[in-house]
């Protein structure tokens, strides 16, 4: 699934959009939307951004992190649709742990995206003890044995992966 500059290209246009909502707020004297958006991108969708050497399914959910005005988040809902995208609508749910390190996606001039690295979204994984993230878990682990140990460090129960 080659996301990635679909993707940029969507939050591109969620910055040009911001921006003429700020210009039509000045002229029109109403309250132009808060800047700067900031989004931290976790789950599948991180995985599939961080172009791996690992056999990642394709996802449907935008797994985001962020504070978003609802007319802003709407018009995101909008722009992800042609991409076969949504928000997902729970972000409250999401757990990633305190120490994840985000790298540099998109930093427009409204807009501004970090990913999850890796180890961090598979950390949530492991958390949750879900048998639907099971193989790709292990397969990760195969590939990246180092960061099972890290994982560990972080305090989160591997025994669930045990056969």
Not at 43 to 54: E, I, K, R, Y
């Amino acid at each position: 699934m080659m996301i990635s500059e679909p993707l940029r290209s969507t939050f591109g246009a969620l910055d040009e959009w911001i921006e003429g909502q700020i210009a039509e707020a000045h002229r029109e004297g109403y309250i132009a939307p808060k800047t700067p958006v900031r989004l931290r991108i976790v789950g599948q969708l991180a995985l599939l951004l961080s172009a791996l050497d690992l056999p990642v399914a394709g996802t449907t959910d935008l797994d985001a992190i962020g504070t978003l005005e609802y007319p802003v988040q709407q018009q995101l809902q909008c722009l992800l649709r042609p991409l076969g995208l949504q928000l997902e609508p729970d972000q409250h749910l999401i757990w990633m742990p305190p120490d994840t390190i985000y790298r540099k996606w998109y930093d427009g001039l409204h807009v501004h995206v970090r990913v999850a690295a890796p180890r961090y979204v598979i950390a949530s994984k492991c958390r949750f003890h879900r048998e639907r993230d099971r193989r790709l878990v292990l397969e990760f682990f195969s590939r990246y044995p180092d960061d099972r140990f890290q994982i560990e460090r972080m305090g989160i129960d591997l025994r669930w992966l045990a056969p």
